[in-house]
């Protein structure tokens, strides 16, 4: 049996002629496992210290954030350290979870847990993220029992990676403190500018609310025009409208809303409503969408348009005016646009509602097009713009 000895094995494939392609073979495959195993073991080795230095690189974003605004230094100096306060939250009540150590709380990994996160329904999932962890973690800084600053930490899709941010409010939980990206892996010299201190310096001062309350902050391109707005970066649309949508999402029912509404309650927070507006002459406030009150913003959204109405409390006959349809027959056989229109305004008025989001659907450059192109009552809805565009609208 010595043909089976491992050394004899060896020494006759080295005996082999170097243009054998067994031998040629062999040694590709004999390096091909080394540099393998080699890469495996840095990666297991390595991984505690990219750890390290993520969550340095995290830490220093956030104190970048409390550096960046004005005074903040000297009320953090007054104050203590103690006064920044790091609590972790759950997002569905907006409450604090009390635990030991918040810091360690990772919301990555509890996204990806079934049983530590939610899915999110494709109307909600502005972000792209498709689930959400159900608790987060968040910083806050008090003085004298007041407000000072809320940090929150917001991610969501761009045009070719997550985007991972830091945005903090003002105590009146209405004005942008300062935005701070710190992991993204946009398009260099385009999308990447997000990172740069002249893009984010924009930020703050910006509203995120009007008087009604409705979530108005966005990312538009052709220049700001109001106190809600913040100029998107020229050639990269894609990543200025996932940032966008990032902010809108995070601030919104599925995100931080139900904490910015009880922090106003705790603290003394004035609404938006109460809260003054800065150079908001221009601004036409858009009326808020009402909740049904049978389904709570928290729940997953109803699958159709037909269902959303009927929890409003509409009938049939509310859109069937004349006859209800026969079982099979489509919206566009039955309804003209105008009886949408009755109820949701001019095409003026539809496309003031989504003038945050980016680019605006109802601003098409095909003109005003039919309520029906996208919109299907008892229907699975149509993105009509993804024909021939890539804009990734989530259609109700």
């Given amino acids: 049996m010595a043909f089976l000895n491992p050394l004899t094995l060896w020494r006759r494939f080295l005996a082999l002629p170097n243009e054998s392609r067994a031998k040629t073979f062999g040694v590709a495959l004999l390096v091909a496992l080394v540099s393998a195993g080699a890469v495996t073991v840095a990666s297991v080795a390595l991984r505690p210290i990219q750890q390290e230095n993520a969550d340095r690189q995290r830490q220093e974003r956030l104190a970048a954030i409390l550096a960046a605004v004005p005074d903040l230094a000297r009320i953090v100096g007054e104050a203590g350290a103690d006064a920044l306060e790091t609590r972790l939250v759950d997002l569905a009540t907006g409450t604090f979870v009390d635990v030991e150590a918040p810091t360690d709380f990772d919301a990555r990994a509890a996204a990806a847990d079934p049983l530590r996160s939610v899915a999110l329904p ?47 409010l003002e105590g009146d939980l209405v004005t942008v403190a300062a935005l701070s990206v710190y992991d993204q892996g946009e398009t260099p010299g385009l999308g990447a500018r997000i990172e740069e201190a002249a893009w984010q310096a924009l930020w703050p001062g910006t509203r995120i609310a009007d008087e009604t309350g409705a979530i108005r902050i966005a990312v538009v391109r052709d220049g700001a025009t109001g106190p809600y707005e913040i100029d998107g970066i020229t050639g990269a649309t894609r990543t200025s409208a996932g940032i966008s949508n990032m902010v809108r999402f995070w601030l919104g029912d599925w995100g931080y809303g139900p904490l910015l509404e009880n922090l106003r309650s705790v603290l003394g927070v004035a609404t938006p409503a109460e809260a003054p507006i800065a150079a908001a002459d221009d601004v036409t406030p858009m009326p808020p969408v009402a909740t049904p009150p049978e389904v709570a913003p928290h729940t997953p959204a109803l699958a159709l348009l037909a269902e959303r109405h009927a929890a409003y409390g509409l009938a049939c006959s509310s859109c069937h005016a004349a006859e209800i349809p026969a079982p099979g027959t489509t919206i566009a056989a039955n309804l003209s646009t105008t009886i949408c229109l009755d109820c949701h305004g001019t095409f003026a008025a539809v496309a003031a509602r989504t003038a945050a989001v980016f680019p605006n659907p109802h601003a098409s450059h095909l003109g005003d097009l039919a309520c029906s192109s996208c919109h299907r009552a008892h229907q699975a809805p149509v993105d009509y713009c993804s024909q021939c565009h890539s804009f990734g609208f989530r259609v109700p």
């Fill in 122 to 168: 494709s109307g909600a999932d502005i972000a792209g993220i498709r689930r959400r962890a159900s608790e987060a973690v968040v910083h806050l800084l008090t003085r004298d029992d007041r407000l000072v600053l809320l940090v929150l930490p917001v991610y969501g899709s761009g045009y070719q990676s997550t985007i991972s941010a830091y945005l903090a």
